[in-house]
C-alpha cells in the first residue's frame, strides 16, 4: 500500500499561514516520498537532512507572527464560508511512519480516535507522540528533511490526497501546544479571530463580536477577560493565555482539537480549568491530548493509546482501547510497567 505524501502544495496555498502560525516556506524540502510505507527509507529530501531536533520553542509552537493584512491568501477567491457548528467526526490514521532524514521516528501507526471522545496518548519522550500529532494536522511536513507515509483520514477523506487542501486541513484539525503562543501584543479579542483571516473566513463586526464571546465562553475564559478584551494577550496568566490559544482554536471551527501536554506548563488550578473545558468541548470537537500525567489521562480521556520506542527505534502503539481498561486491566505488561510508574 502506498499513500501520497506531502502532494505538492497548490499554488494558491503557498504563503498562506497555516492558524498555528507556522511559516509554510519549510514545507517545500518536507517532499520526500517513502517508496512503500512497509518501513523504508524515503529517497533523500532535498535539503536538511541531517538538522536538529527543533528547539523547545519550536515544538512548542514558534513565536507566532501577527497577521498583517497584505497576508490575506493570495488566491481571492479562496473565501471561506463560515459555517455552524458541524457534526462531530472521526479521525483516523492508517500505516503511519515517519522518519526525520533517515531516521524512522514512527512504525506504521494505527489508531482509531472516535467523534466525540478524548483520546489520551501516553508514554516515554522520545517515542514518536508529538510526531504523530503533527502528522494528524499536516504539520509535520513543516519540519525540513520530515517524510511519512499511510493515511490520516478525516470522515473518511484523507487529508493528504492531492485534492485536500492544507488549509482545510490546518482548519479542520487545530493544535494546542505546550507552551501557550498567544499574539502578545494583540488584544484579547484580536487574538481570538486571528485565525479568520488566515483560513480565508470573513464576517461582519457583529458576527465576529459574537464569535469571540462565543470561543472564550467555550474556551472557560469569558467571565475572567470580558471586560478587557482590548488588553494585550500577552497581559494574562499562564492558564489564561491557554484558554485563549483554545479559544483562537475554535474560532475557525475545528472538527478535530489536538493538544500537545497542554498543561504541563501550568498550574494545578488552571490545568483543572483547562481540563473541565475540554470536558465540555468534547460534547462539539474530538479531542486527541499528549500527556505525561496519568491522573490526567485517566481524568479526561475515555479511549487511551501507549506509545513506546526501544534506544534508537521507531515508536509504535503497544496498547490501545478504553481508558479505565488500560489502567486498570492493562493486556501488555509493558503498559502496566508503564501506567504504574515502573519506568518512563
Ligand atoms: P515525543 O513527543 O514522544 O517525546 P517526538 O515526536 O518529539 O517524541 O520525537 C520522536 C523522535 O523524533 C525522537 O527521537 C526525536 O529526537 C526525533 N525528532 C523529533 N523532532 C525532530 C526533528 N525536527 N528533527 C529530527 N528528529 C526529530
Ligand atoms: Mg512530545
Redesign the pocket.
Known sequence: MSSPLFPPTPPDEGNVPSVSHVSEDAGVSGQASAADGQGSPPPPATTAFN????SGA??NGPPPTAPEDEQSPDDESYTTVYESPQPLATLEARDVT?W??D?M??DQVSLTMHAGRVTS?I????????????ILNRMHQL????AMAGEVLLDGVDIYHPSQRLTQARRDIGMVFQKPNPFPAMSIYDNVVAGLKLTGIKLGRNDKDDLVKECLVKAGLWQEVRGRLRQPGGALSGGQQQRLCIARSLAVRPRVLLM??PCSALDPTSTRVIEETMADLVREVTIVI?THNMQQAQRVSQQCAF?L?AQ?QP?YIVEYGPTEAMFDNPQDPRTSDYVHGRFG
Open positions: 538538522c536538529p531536533p527543533p519550536e515544538l515517519a526525520f532524514g531516521h521516528v514512527l496518548l508514554g516515554p519522550s522520545g517515542c514518536g507522540k508529538s510526531t504523530f500529532l503533527r519540519v525540513p528533511g520530515a500537545d501536554e499528549v506509545f520506542a534508537g515508536g
